[in-house]
């Protein structure tokens, strides 16, 4: 089966930089475009970056400037580099991929856990 798990959370202090990764394993014919989430307390789930396989970018506004998307196809990885960090940036974080593996073999969207940034004041 297909698994995306997240890591690379944790507590950051203002102004601060993190770097999230999304592993992508298991039985995968193709990762077409990937994506990341969160989910501001109190809030719906919002889209933060996408990326495309070919590289092509899209970015909330929010964090234009101070965050970059990217993926190591090779690796089936992508990654969130995040800067200049706000409390207002604090959230769980999720991995999206579409995804063409597991048991069927047409392309499907799949989720990771989740994982918590908490950026400080």
């Known amino acids: 089966q297909v698994r995306l798990v997240e890591s690379g959370g944790g507590l950051v202090q203002f102004g601060g930089s993190r770097r999230l990764s999304c592993a992508a394993s298991g039985t995968i014919y193709s990762i077409n475009s990937m994506g990341w989430y969160r989910q501001l307390p109190g809030k719906q789930r919002e889209l933060v970056a996408r990326?495309?396989?070919?590289?092509?970018?899209n970015y909330v506004d929010s964090v234009k400037g101070r965050f970059t998307i990217s993926r190591d196809n090779a690796k089936n990885t992508m990654y969130l580099q995040m800067s200049s960090l706000k409390p207002e940036d604090t959230a769980v974080y999720y991995c999206n991929a579409k995804i063409v593996g597991g048991s069927h073999l047409y392309e499907s969207e799949y989720w990771g856990q989740g994982t918590q940034v908490t950026v400080s004041s």
């Open positions: 990326i495309s396989y070919g590289g092509s970018t």
